[in-house]
T-cell receptor, first 112, second 108 residues
Framework: EPEVTQTPSHQVTQMGQEVILRCVPI?????FYWYRQILGQKVEFLVS????????KSEIFDDQFSVERPDGSNFTLKIRSTKLEDSAMYFC??????????FGDGTRLSIL | KNEVEQSPQNLTAQEGEFITINCSYS?????LHWLQQHPGGGIVSLFM???GKKKHGRLIATINIQEKHSSLHITASHPRDSAVYIC??????????FGQGTRLTINP
């Protein structure tokens, strides 16, 4: 069965550094998402992406965040200048129209 | 107030017991999802429903649109069912709004 794959599984970064989290969605899916889960808290929506542009974003997704689909397969989340509070598990997901979302295994981001 | 509330937050049961996890939501929705989060963190979609009832193996999900309530049932529970079960909704958009999850532990 096709899967959403995320790399790396764990990223450790110094505060203030830029980080790029990578995702390969399922190939024929049209909608792409990033979510995050701070340790011990619920999963929160960050951004959705459709037709090569952001379709919706949350208040969390401020100017420090950006998403890109640089080629036909990758979907990336960039955090420009990381803060301690960006430490979380970041999940990528993809879906087809009106269908359940498929999640990757997540990237655990630790900001020191 | 959270848009999606789950109960209980934690549930411990013995192998074989019938399990019920509840979800209430306060917004209009186009669909409700039940998801399973494994101890390692990965999230798997179990059900997506907008009305009625769905069954997959030992899992059953029901939804009552008028009461804005859904339940997830597990029959003949097994230790491998131990996980966090999450209710999430689409409120007209593609994004999901998540509940806080129910941590289920099934003891042998």
């Amino acid at each position: 069965e096709p899967e959403v794959t995320q790399t790396p599984s764990h990223q450790v970064t110094q505060m203030g550094q830029e980080v790029i989290l990578r995702c390969v969605p399922i190939s024929n899916h049209l909608y792409f998402y990033w979510y995050r889960q701070i340790l011990g808290q619920k999963v929160e929506f960050l951004v959705s992406f459709y037709n090569n542009e952001i379709s919706e974003k949350s208040e969390i997704f401020d100017d420090q965040f950006s998403v890109e689909r640089p080629d036909g397969s990758n979907f990336t989340l960039k955090i420009r200048s990381t803060k301690l509070e960006d430490s979380a598990m970041y999940f990528c997901a993809s879906s087809d129209e009106g269908q359940p979302q498929h999640f990757g295994d997540g990237t655990r981001l630790s900001i020191l | 107030k959270n848009e999606v509330e789950q109960s209980p937050q934690n549930l411990t049961a013995q192998e074989g017991e019938f399990i019920t996890i509840n979800c209430s939501y306060s917004v209009g929705i186009s669909a409700l999802h039940w998801l399973q989060q494994h101890p390692g963190g990965g999230i798997v979609s179990l059900f997506m429903l907008s009305s009625g009832k769905k069954k997959h193996g030992r899992l059953i999900a029901t939804i009552n649109i008028q009461e804005k309530h859904s339940s997830l049932h597990i029959t003949a529970s097994h230790p491998r069912d131990s996980a966090v079960y999450i209710c999430a909704v689409n409120s007209g958009a593609q994004k999901l709004v998540f509940g806080q999850g129910t941590r289920l532990t099934i003891n042998p």
